[in-house]
């Protein structure tokens, strides 16, 4: 089975950072990734880590450590429109395996 | 702008009734996944097929869920007889196995209420 683990609330200032967290325990891994979803919207794609280190794209960045089975999601420049909620997301197997959710970070971006 | 079309997009009925939610995938994508989602169990995967074969049903309540893949432009989700513990929103996700990520891109959900 699969386990994974992110706090259920960030807030932070618009222009701030925040890092959000994300610890699994699956009984394979074949990649972790990390959805955006506003309320009432389906998720959407942002990141994929397959190997260790940081996968950066313009102001979001994503690091994975398989041997800790730990991610974050780095969110930069804060902006209001990024008040969303983040999901966490491991695949067990190949790249044919099942994706499984975390519960999701809300993070609430305030002026 | 490739999508997933899910249809309805909302759906009210009655306990007992039959309700079937439909998904089209995305032309070419070749895995399909079904999640639910509730606020007190977040997104939970319930099947998904690859090549329009089920891999894993283990999250769907076998007794009254169906899911299916007729032909590789359509999934069905079925359940039957319907409950209220069973109002959620349902979406459908596709993606390209076999090659790097596998990204699912997903639909824009299909919104059950079950009085």
């Known amino acids: 089975g699969q386990n994974i683990d992110q706090p259920t609330e960030m807030t932070a200032t618009e222009g701030a950072i925040v890092q959000i967290n994300c610890t699994y325990q699956?009984?394979?891994?074949?990649?972790l990734f990390w959805y955006q979803q506003h309320a009432g919207e389906a998720p959407t794609f942002l990141s994929y880590?397959?190997?260790?280190g940081l996968e950066e794209k313009g102001r979001f960045s994503s690091f994975l450590s398989r041997s800790k089975g730990y991610s974050y999601l780095l969110l930069k420049e804060l902006q209001m429109k990024d008040s969303a909620s983040y999901l966490c997301?491991?695949?067990?197997?190949?790249?044919?395996?099942?994706?499984?959710f975390g519960a999701g970070t809300q993070v609430v971006v305030t002026p | 702008d490739a999508r997933v079309t899910q249809t309805p997009r909302h759906k009210v009925t009655e306990m007992g009734q039959e309700v079937t939610m439909r998904c089209q995938p995305i032309?070419?994508?070749?895995?399909v996944f079904w999640y639910r989602q509730t606020m007190m169990q977040g997104l939970e995967l319930l099947a998904y097929?690859?090549?329009?074969?089920?891999?894993?049903d283990s999250g769907m309540p076998k007794d009254r869920f169906s899911a299916e893949m007729p032909d590789a432009t359509l999934a069905t989700l079925k359940i039957q007889p319907s409950e209220p513990r069973d109002s959620a929103v349902y979406f459908c996700?596709?993606?390209?196995?076999?090659?790097?990520?596998?990204?699912?891109?997903f639909g824009a959900g299909s919104r059950l209420t079950v009085l």
């Open positions: 996700a596709s993606g390209l196995g076999a090659t790097g990520a596998n990204v699912l891109t």
């Open positions: 032309l070419g994508h070749n895995t």
């Open positions: 699956t009984s394979g891994f074949n990649g």
């Open positions: 097929f690859r090549n329009r074969a089920p891999l894993d």
């Open positions: 880590n397959v190997l260790d």
């Open positions: 997301a491991v695949r067990d197997g190949d790249s044919w395996g099942k994706l499984q």
